[in-house]
């Protein structure tokens, strides 16, 4: 089952963005869940990961300006972006963690213009 993110757009250098997740129950309720992003010229990689308790991770760059949390009633993660910085320009997917192959879905765009 793909998961589908939504939310993105084009946002201006300092702006920001809350993406949004949803999935099925059997899988946002019971899994960890990821958000990822694949910049041009660059393989997808892991932006944040909020396990089962809501524990949250984030890579390094998006430390501070990144959030990821999760409504389990409403089967949905999120993940607000803040302090967008041209950088952060690229697709963002989200899925359980690990990943599972068959749940990428099409990702959502997001640009950052300076």
């Known amino acids: 089952v793909q998961l589908q993110a939504s939310g993105g757009g084009l946002v201006q250098a300092g702006g920001s963005l809350r993406l949004s997740c949803v999935g099925p129950?059997?899988?946002?309720?019971?899994?960890?869940m990821s958000w990822w992003r694949q910049i041009a010229g660059k393989r997808r990689e892991l932006v944040a990961v909020?396990?089962?308790?809501?524990?949250?991770t984030y890579e390094d760059s998006v430390k501070g300006r990144f959030f990821i949390s999760r409504d389990n009633a409403k089967n949905t993660v999120y993940l607000r972006m803040n302090s967008l910085e041209p950088e952060d320009t690229g697709i963002y997917y989200c899925?359980?963690?690990?990943?599972?192959?068959?749940?990428w879905g099409q990702g959502t765009q997001v640009t950052v213009s300076s």
């Open positions: 899925n359980q963690f690990p990943p599972e192959s068959e749940s």
């Open positions: 129950g059997s899988i946002v309720k019971i899994n960890a």
């Open positions: 909020s396990s089962t308790n809501s524990i949250a």
